[in-house]
């Protein structure tokens, strides 16, 4: 089973970039998607952008899109989320998400089963 660790996480000014890291380890093979979430402080968990790991197709939520990309290397068992122009509303507990069945609502929570501890973003001036 893949385990995941976040890092990369910090504090940051408006409008600046931070890029999150995820290292995935142990049996990998069988990951078909992997995805970003984040949840603030008394807030839902909510999607930020999603891969599917065979086609490198990605999908982003609409909060996020032409700020924020998502990406697999290291023999795909390293993902990446690039985080441009951060907004204070990027605050929150970002967190890597692995699915081992097809995903077929890539920004679904559910559809992931194994999930990172998560790494914290502040943005504020």
């Known amino acids: 089973r893949v385990q995941l660790v976040e890092s990369g996480g910090g504090s940051v000014q408006p409008g600046g970039s931070l890029t999150l890291s995820c290292v995935a380890s142990?049996?990998?093979?069988?990951?078909?998607?992997m995805a970003w979430f984040r949840q603030a402080p008394g807030k839902e968990r909510e999607a930020v952008a999603s891969?599917?790991?065979?086609?490198?197709?990605?999908n982003y939520a609409d909060s996020v899109k032409g700020r924020f990309t998502i990406t697999l290397a290291n023999a795909q068992n390293t993902l990446y989320l690039q985080m441009n122009t951060l907004l204070p509303e990027d605050t929150a507990m970002y967190y890597c998400?692995?699915?081992?069945?097809?995903?077929?609502?890539?920004?679904?929570?559910?559809?992931?089963?194994?999930w990172g501890q998560g790494t914290q973003v502040t943005v504020s001036s």
């Open positions: 998400a692995a699915a081992h069945g097809f995903v077929f609502r890539p920004l679904s929570a559910p559809e992931f089963d194994v």
């Open positions: 891969i599917y790991t065979g086609t490198g197709n990605a």
């Open positions: 142990g049996y990998t093979t069988d990951t078909n998607a």
